[in-house]
């Protein structure tokens, strides 16, 4: 399914996060969400969050809850939405919010952005995949060799995750990532 096909699809659903129609963009680590949900966000005119910029360092833990507390349930409530981006080089949480705004469309990306506690306000689940090698290449090549054992240790936390939370069987869409973008995105 191209780019112009899930934005229509988006389009043609009912918000379920207050006025908001919310599309979740999962997947291992390396494996094109972040491309596809850029191309996606900006076919549909869209905000993205990333969850990168929520999690405090190589962890999954409490991501989620921060983009619940400080986006979507504010969302829910026709409010724009906040949160405090996380800072990779300072080890921190910036001081400013970063603003969500309260729009007809907002595009979350990144693992962990489609447990089931999101279902009820989901609009379209859609899963990234690529094969594990292929990812670390480009995690690796994003971050550098440094980064290998993060890499490694964080392939077993978000697939302990992804297990846990059926993540890609829920899925409403799943898309191969393992070539990169293609013409559309």
Not at 112 to 123: E, L, N
């Amino acid at each position: 399914m191209d780019r112009a096909a899930l934005a229509a699809r988006v389009r043609a659903a009912s918000p379920r996060l207050g006025r908001t129609r919310l599309v979740c963009v999962d997947g291992p680590a390396g494996s094109g969400k972040t491309t596809l949900a850029g191309g996606l966000a900006a076919e549909l005119g869209a905000p993205v969050v990333h969850m990168d910029d929520l999690y405090a360092g190589w962890t999954l833990t409490g991501a989620f809850a921060r983009l619940a507390a400080g986006v979507l349930r504010p969302l829910a409530e026709g409010r724009a939405g906040a949160f405090h981006r996380y800072d990779w080089t300072a080890g921190r949480f910036a001081a400013e919010p970063t603003g969500v705004p309260a729009g007809p469309v907002l595009v979350v990306e990144g693992c962990g952005s489609t447990p089931r506690a999101v279902d009820p306000w989901t609009t379209l689940r859609i899963w990234v995949e690529a094969p594990r090698e292929v990812r670390l290449a480009r995690g690796l090549a994003r971050d550098g060799a440094a980064y290998e054992s993060q890499w490694r240790r964080w392939q077993v936390t978000e697939a302990a995750t992804f297990a846990a939370e059926r993540t890609r069987e829920r899925a409403d869409v799943r898309m191969d990532g393992s070539a990169g973008p293609g013409p559309d995105g």
